[in-house]
Nanobody
């Protein structure tokens, strides 16, 4: 059974940091590209960061220089380190596993940036 379970969300003040984790099971994690998406209320879901099976990383312009995506294939886990958080980063963050044939999603974790 495929599962993606996110954790690490919460309430943080502007300028603060959070580290999200996504633990995968039920598929060969190391062979998948892993993505972090976010969706704010009333808005479309946006791609935030990508890390490929060879650990190439890509970031949305809005988070470049503030967020870092990484993976630990031994732990079947992908991370999103978020620094210098802004109120506009408030959203539900979801991880996604993707290859040529399959596309898996987690349930998401809420991140709220507010003073």
């Amino acid at each position: 059974q495929v599962q993606l379970v996110e954790s690490g969300g919460g309430l943080v003040q502007p300028g603060g940091s959070l580290r999200l984790s996504c633990v995968a099971s039920g598929f060969t994690f190391s062979r998948f590209t892993m993505n972090w998406y976010r969706q704010a209320p009333g808005k479309e879901r946006d791609l935030v960061a990508t890390i490929t099976s060879t650990s190439t990383t890509i970031y949305a312009d809005s988070v470049q220089g503030r967020f870092t995506v990484s993976r630990d294939n031994a732990k079947n886990t992908v991370y999103l380190q978020m620094n210098s958080l802004k109120p506009e980063d408030t959203a539900v963050y979801s991880c996604n596993a993707q290859n040529m044939w399959w596309d898996y999603w987690g349930q998401g974790t809420q991140v709220t940036v507010s003073s």
